[in-house]
């Protein structure tokens, strides 16, 4: 029986950190638990934002330029997806549990 890492990038990750690189969220989907702080980092040299795709959500970054982070406290557990305003086609989500 041998271990694949294939469909493993899909899968939930845990942890507290999400980098913008290459015009893309990574991880796509983190997992967190209530009263987790993540914290977002622009590594692209382009701007990007952090933006709830439900109107109202919690999430509203401001362009963050490169090296420039963001970040937001957890406290509900939900799913949390977002987006980048300036690129659309960049989502991701966060996963909240208890």
Request: with cysteine; hydrophobic share 40%.
């Amino acid at each position: 029986m041998s271990t694949s890492s294939a469909g493993a990038a899909a899968a939930p990750v845990t942890g507290n950190a999400v980098a913008i690189k290459n015009f893309a969220f990574s991880p796509t989907t983190l997992k967190v638990r209530a009263g987790t702080t993540v914290t977002w980092t622009n590594q692209d040299t382009d701007a990007h934002t952090v933006t709830s795709a439900a109107s109202g959500g919690p999430l509203h970054s401001a362009a963050l330029a490169t090296h420039a982070t963001y970040s937001y406290t957890f406290t509900k557990p939900g799913t949390y997806a977002y987006l980048c305003t300036i690129h659309p086609f960049m989502t991701a989500t966060v996963e909240v549990t208890r």
